[in-house]
């Protein structure tokens, strides 16, 4: 990233697409096949959802993350430069705006309701999509990549979810799948030089496959080394001390095993819908 082999290679992420989310999202995917899915999410060709509990909070959290990226992306131009600053804080904003309008509107086609989670994810998906080309590409192509970006986590959470892949609160779709378009996007939209990087430009500006290769090479590499390690680290921990609570523990919740009481009393000692469970002798008969 500053000097490496990538950076050699030709490869640009100027805040992270690639170096903090898709590397979270190889690391996640390889906990995720390790440790399977929760428990009664996909019975037999059922899958069942299992809701978020405050959504309140939730859209709090990402208006917080939202904001939180204004120091994350324009921060990383490293220099009290105003022009820089300001054009990344435009592409920033304008692609999580984008993407939050395009999850909402695809997730109610697609589901039949707008769905406030989907929306959240979206915005979160427009912002890690924009991290790695914020500087390099102009305001209008931040739209098409915030665009996309919404778009493309609705389909991936819906993806996991048939390919049985649970992934509680969207996390791959968000961080791992546009994390790795996001790094894409520069090979495709970068313009030489548009706040003093000179970074050659993308394919749709007519400048050949060249900068698109160096972003692919650096996608392959670290989706290789990042996933390959953490499937080691994984299987090391859940070998030896564990990755997974008791049945008992995650019907009841971990608050209680944690904590020893509940955030939200109402769910505690409630059955999940698809299943009755005996908790203290964990016998379980599905329905």
Request: charged content about 10%; proline content about 3%.
């Amino acid at each position: 990233w500053g000097g490496g082999w990538l950076q050699l290679k030709g490869m640009f992420d100027f805040a992270g697409s690639t170096v903090v989310h898709s590397v979270g999202g190889w690391a996640a995917l390889a906990g995720v096949l390790v440790l399977g899915p929760r428990f009664g999410k996909y019975v037999k060709d059922k899958i069942n959802p299992i809701p978020g509990h405050n959504l309140s909070m939730a859209t709090l959290g990402t208006f917080v993350l939202w904001f939180g990226w204004f120091g994350f992306n324009p921060g990383s131009t490293m220099s009290a430069d105003p022009i820089a600053i300001s054009h990344v804080a435009i592409t920033t904003n304008m692609a999580a705006a984008m993407a939050t309008i395009s999850a909402t509107l695809l997730s109610w086609v697609l589901l039949g309701k707008p769905d406030l989670g989907m929306t959240l994810n979206g915005c979160l998906a427009g912002l890690v999509a924009i991290t790695a080309p914020c500087a390099f590409v102009s305001v209008s192509s931040s739209l098409i990549i915030g665009l996309i970006a919404g778009m493309l986590v609705v389909l991936a959470v819906i993806a996991f979810d048939k390919l049985r892949i649970d992934d509680p609160v969207g996390a791959l779709s968000v961080h791992l799948v546009n994390g790795i378009f996001g790094t894409i996007c520069v090979g495709l939209f970068a313009q030489d030089k548009i706040v003093g990087i000179a970074t050659g430009n993308g394919l749709f500006y007519g400048g050949g496959a060249k900068l698109l290769a160096s972003q692919l090479t650096g996608v392959l590499g670290v989706a290789f080394f990042t996933f390959t390690t953490s499937l080691i680290f994984w299987l090391l921990l859940k070998n030896t001390m564990g990755i997974r609570v008791s049945l008992k523990e995650e019907i009841e919740g971990l608050d209680i095993g944690e904590h020893g009481n509940s955030a939200y009393p109402e769910f505690y000692g409630r059955k999940p819908a698809y299943a009755i469970v005996d908790i203290e002798s964990e016998e379980i008969s599905k329905i």
